[in-house]
């Protein structure tokens, strides 16, 4: 008995529409049989990973703070998966953004001045801009695999920021830890909601989802990127530049996942150190994959993500367990995700004998 | 004579450093020119390491310890071959998430792992040649894996260019399409060319966790997965040239690790971006002729195969 893949006459709406779904229910089943092979209770276990974390309304905030970076780095590198550009250094541009804007916090310690913020903004986008448009330049003039470079690019970031933060930028103060001192409030974002710790971030990363889907679903920019990803050949045929969309991809996604860092030191951190992000850059990848490319599946899928970092946080204090099992998590969820995305272009049937590999 | 003899030490540590890129290269080099390019060596060769050093920690010895290492490189490469092979599931994605799923499980499994210390494996001292002034501790005082790097090394050689079978897998490379028209079983075969891959990078991280740097720790591999990548596009998808690139980025490490020990005003953070830097400066000057990439890449490489078509 071996399966084998009928070709559909169309893709099937119905199945692109929900099979982020079904990854996610097989994703939960997956997560039981872990927990019961571990020796918990499945139920319990997963009550406390997936609903524990959300059941007050400060988890809920808690849900909307840590989906907020994932949401707009998401955006960001959605735009150029568009066009089959592969910026898988969102981390890094992430942590060149926060270097950027927080460099500015730093340099005017003593400024109370409503300028001070909107500046770290704009350098943390700045930053990230200029750390994802050195793979764009690499591959539009010297043809250089951009996963590779914007990956490589990723570990030499969290080095720079290893070394500022041990370093020049290290708070005399801080008792030698590897930080910067806090952020003085002119220099963080401000708090949305009283009581929790929702901040102005999470403002920027709604934007986002509207603007990303004004560039991506109804601008001719956006058009010209899809025709890229979709069929390169008739692309060049109809002479839009490849290289423009390479360089639309990256700066959207380097601005995006510098404004991500610099939400994160000025938000909930209020700091430099040399872990800001759990691999938020990551993670937006595959939550840009879980939401379709699509910025309103991606608002979802940034939520159900952020869902999976707290639900690893609960199960650390509550359970024991690593918080790597997020890691895991994330990793079964992409998995389903890409072996159901099959029936959309296809109906499984079973058959007998195995007649997908047979020479012709 | 102490110059000699620092230079020959960062020689030796060169062999060594570059060994494990070796492993994962020669793999990656072998399931490339099947035509699939699978991007999940970092989280294959993670997986390998904790899975090697756990086996290893736990009394069943080294050498078991290398079997489960490249069993578990096997385990996540079926998987990405399922989902690439069978369900036709693009690879670009799925490799990404076999790094992601391979980081997360290897912190997972190695957690409890961390603080515990193996005697590694010692090196053979050649009897006769090691005793060799100068050229017997470069060449012939090494662990037996370096070896066996060197022998991956002939043996990858003399199977793509001199076996009917690598002249098969080069074939459904080049065009899946052609292979499959003549008759050959195209997902067999690239089947047995992403396990060979998963096992190379498996016993690539064993070779870390168990005689390298003979312990555990998160993300150990520091990006070299993702080295080893690049290498083989450096290499132009020969594996003579893999050796070279490997060696180089082994000697990049090692001089980085020497100029901090020798005090150099420069930060340990900043020294050991080098080896990243260096990967990109060589992908920039070897992928800046297109036509070269173009030519000696495998024809069919990251193209989905739809029999019958």
């Not at chain 1, 930028?169 to 590897?178: E, H, L, Q, T, V």
């Not at chain 1, 002479?239 to 969309?245: D, H, N």
């Not at chain 2, 071959?81 to 980081?103: D, E, H, N």
């Amino acid at each position: 008995m071996l399966l084998r893949l009928e070709p559909r006459a169309l893709p099937s709406r119905w199945i692109a529409a929900t099979s982020p779904l079904i990854a996610a229910v097989l994703t939960v089943i997956g997560g039981l049989i872990l927990f019961a092979a571990l020796g918990y209770d499945p139920i319990a276990a997963l009550y406390t990973f997936l609903v524990s974390p959300v059941e007050t309304t400060y988890g809920l905030s808690e849900l909307a703070v840590k989906a907020t970076p994932l949401l707009l780095c998401a955006i960001g590198l959605a735009v150029g998966f568009r066009g089959n550009v592969w910026n898988i250094g969102a981390e890094g541009q992430l942590t060149m953004g926060a270097l950027a804007g927080g460099g500015i916090a730093l340099a005017f310690p003593e400024s109370e001045s409503g300028l001070l913020l909107p500046a770290m903004i704009v350098a943390g986008a700045l930053g990230g801009m200029a750390w994802a448009a050195i793979p764009a330049l690499l591959k539009t003039r010297f043809n250089a695999n951009e996963i590779l470079t914007s990956l490589m690019l990723t570990y030499v970031a969290i080095q720079i920021l290893s070394y500022l933060v041990h370093g020049p930028w290290r708070d005399p103060a801080g008792y030698n830890f590897p930080e910067s001192r806090q952020f003085q409030p002119a220099a963080t974002m401000p708090i949305l909601l009283e009581g929790t710790r929702l901040h102005l971030g999470t403002l920027f990363a709604l934007i986002a989802v509207g603007l990303g889907w004004l560039l991506v679903e109804r601008s001719f920019t956006g058009f010209q990127i899809k025709v890229v990803g979709l069929a390169a050949p008739a692309a060049d045929y109809a002479g839009f530049s490849q290289s423009r969309v390479i360089w639309v991809g990256f700066l959207a996604g380097g601005a995006l996942s510098g404004i991500a860092g610099l939400s994160e030191v000025a938000g909930p951190l209020g700091q430099l150190n040399p872990s800001i992000s759990p691999g938020y850059g990551f993670a937006a990848i595959i939550v840009a994959f879980l939401g379709r490319l699509h910025p309103v599946g991606i608002l979802v899928a940034s939520f159900l993500m952020a869902l999976l970092y707290l639900g690893g946080e609960a199960a650390q204090i509550k359970l024991g367990l690593p918080v790597a099992v997020t890691g895991v998590f994330q990793g079964m969820l992409l998995f389903f995700l890409l072996g159901t995305d099959v029936l959309i272009r296809y109906r499984v049937r079973w058959h007998s004998a195995a007649a997908g590999d047979k020479p012709a | 004579m102490t110059e000699i003899d620092t230079i020959l030490v960062i020689l030796a540590a060169t062999l060594r450093a570059g060994t494990p890129l070796v492993f994962a290269a020669l793999g990656e080099l072998i399931t490339e020119r099947s035509g699939v390019l699978n991007l999940g060596l970092e989280g294959m060769m993670l997986t390998g390491a904790v899975v090697g050093f756990i086996v290893a920690v736990s009394g069943a010895g080294v050498v078991l310890g290398f079997i489960a290492a490249m069993a578990a490189g096997v385990l996540l490469s079926l998987i990405f071959g399922y989902l690439t092979l069978t369900l036709r599931a693009s690879q670009v994605p799925t490799g990404l998430a076999l790094t992601i799923f391979g980081i997360g499980l290897s912190a997972f499994l190695g957690l409890s792992y961390r603080d515990k210390v193996i005697d590694g494996v010692t090196p053979i001292f050649i009897p006769g040649l090691s005793d060799i002034p100068v050229l017997g501790r470069l060449l012939f005082a090494h662990d037996p894996l370096v070896y066996l790097s060197i022998a991956l090394f002939i043996g990858v050689s003399w199977f793509l260019y001199r076996s009917h079978a690598g002249l098969v897998l080069r074939g459904v490379g080049e065009s899946h399409d052609i292979a499959h028209a003549i008759g050959y079983r195209v997902i067999r075969i690239r089947y047995l060319a992403v396990a060979f891959g998963g096992a190379m990078s498996g016993l690539a991280g064993g070779y870390l966790s168990l005689a390298y740097t003979p312990m555990w720790a998160d993300n150990m591999t520091a990006g070299r997965g993702w080295i080893a990548l690049a290498l083989v596009v450096f290499a132009t998808w020969r594996p003579a040239r893999v050796m070279l690139g490997a060696y180089l980025f082994g000697g990049v490490t090692i001089l980085q690790l020497h100029l901090q020990g020798a005090g150099f005003a420069i930060s340990p953070q900043l020294l050991s971006t080098l080896p990243y830097l260096a990967t990109i400066v060589v992908l920039v000057i070897i992928s800046r002729d297109a036509t070269k990439i173009r030519r000696n890449a495998p024809g069919a490489l990251g193209k989905p195969f739809y029999p019958g078509r």
